[in-house]
């Protein structure tokens, strides 16, 4: 089994539409997780941490349910700037915080 | 605001040379890692480097590979005999080490091509 798994899309979306993907995750004992967004050829910048509770930045939310080992995440009012891959990234149990990539979702948004 | 910096930011060789990627990891980060992307596929993990010796490494980081921090602010990817498997997308990430969910911060990557 896959430590990260991700649909990987593509999502095709008009701009000011919501669109909301997820992942899930293999290892129970992972203790944080992140969204990355990688444009083409690029290096993953990091777009949200992933909280308990849920947490929101802007047009942009993410949940995480331990119990499913799912995460996901919801963009609003999509943007032609959203258009990018995201990356579902978690931290394994280590000492060293290496972090597993999913194979990304990759969102494209028109005009 | 501090970045990660690698050079260079493409690298062409021969199947059997040796390679040295360079990286500059941010001033007060801890923790040094190396990642690769092969073209279409996910970022994958190669090996994490703390108090100036490896961590961890994955599988794929065999005899052939090996890490350097040769002075204080480089961190170095040295592949010993290039194989046309290596190209990809290198990136090099560093972090504080203030816990699980400190931000790892990645270079811009080098793409390094094997002939």
């Known amino acids: 089994r896959k430590e990260v798994e991700q649909d990987p899309g593509p999502f095709n979306v008009p701009e000011g539409a919501t669109v909301a993907f997820n992942c899930t995750y293999s290892?129970?004992?992972?203790?944080?997780f992140f969204w990355y967004r990688q444009d083409c050829r690029k290096e993953p910048k990091l777009l949200m941490s992933?909280?308990?509770s849920g947490n929101e930045d802007g047009r942009f939310t993410a949940q995480l349910n331990r119990a499913s080992q799912y995460i996901s995440l919801l963009i609003r009012d999509s943007k032609l700037s959203d258009s990018a891959t995201y990356l579902c990234?978690?931290?394994?149990?280590?000492?060293?915080?290496?972090?597993?990539f999913g194979a990304g979702t990759t969102v494209t948004v028109r005009a | 605001e501090p970045e990660v910096t690698q050079t260079p930011s493409h690298q062409v060789t021969q199947m059997g040379q040796e390679v040295i990627l360079r990286c500059v990891p941010i001033?007060?980060?801890?923790?040094f890692y190396w990642y690769r992307q092969i073209l279409g596929q996910k970022v994958e993990f190669l090996v994490s480097?703390?108090?100036?010796?490896?961590?961890?490494k994955s599988e794929i980081f065999d005899d052939q590979f090996s890490v350097e921090r040769p002075d204080g602010s480089n961190f170095t990817l040295k592949i010993r005999s290039t194989k046309l498997e290596d190209s990809a997308m290198y990136f090099c990430?560093?972090?504080?080490?203030?816990?699980?969910?400190?931000?790892?911060?990645f270079g811009p990557g080098t793409r390094l091509t094997v002939l």
């Open positions: 290892n129970s004992a992972s203790q944080s």
């Open positions: 990430a560093s972090n504080h080490g203030q816990g699980v969910t400190d931000t790892q911060y």
């Open positions: 990234v978690v931290n394994m149990p280590s000492a060293d915080y290496k972090l597993s």
């Open positions: 480097f703390y108090n100036n010796e490896i961590s961890e």
């Open positions: 001033s007060n980060h801890l923790y």
């Open positions: 992933v909280y308990s």
